[in-house]
């Protein structure tokens, strides 16, 4: 009895299987000319569809790397069971984007601010703002209920915090 249902089990996955092989078979006309959702020719000298295959993509910039998109699904998935109904699922989507390899360094972002005071020279009237606007906040170390002045006064210019990541740079200064 067992024998036999196995025998049938792995006979259905053979004839699955099959079935899937043959299915993801590509077809002879899926070329780069002919569209995949109607089968129509596409970029045909005769006319119709026309569509620019030949480009070349977007060039990555050093230290950068690429994120794909995609989406995803945020709430709870499974049952709740409390029936708060206070965290219903919603489907998400977010865009492709570049990113750093590794987080900006202290000494990354202090080479940075010699680059601005070197073109934009802080003693010229006209400059002063763009040097002082682009200094981190290192007050962000204080804390009511612990005592960080150390860090405060040392973390972003101290030799010891130099691979460290830099810290309290708002998002204008960022961009």
Known sequence: MKKQFIKIVLSCAVIAGGFSV???KKS???SKNVSRATGWKIN???GGFQYNTDFKEQ????GLVFVEGGTF???QVQDDVMHDWNNTPSSQHVQSFYMDETEVTNVMYLEYLDYLKSVYPPENPKYTNIYTGALPDTLVWRNRLGFNETM???YLRHPAYAEYPVVGVNWIQAT
């Open 152 to 154: 405060t006064n040392n």
């Open 28 to 30: 002879s006309s899926s």
């Open 59 to 62: 060039e990555t910039a050093p």
């Open 73 to 75: 699904t945020k709430g």
């Open 44 to 46: 045909a000298k005769e």
């Open 22 to 24: 043959t299915s993801c």
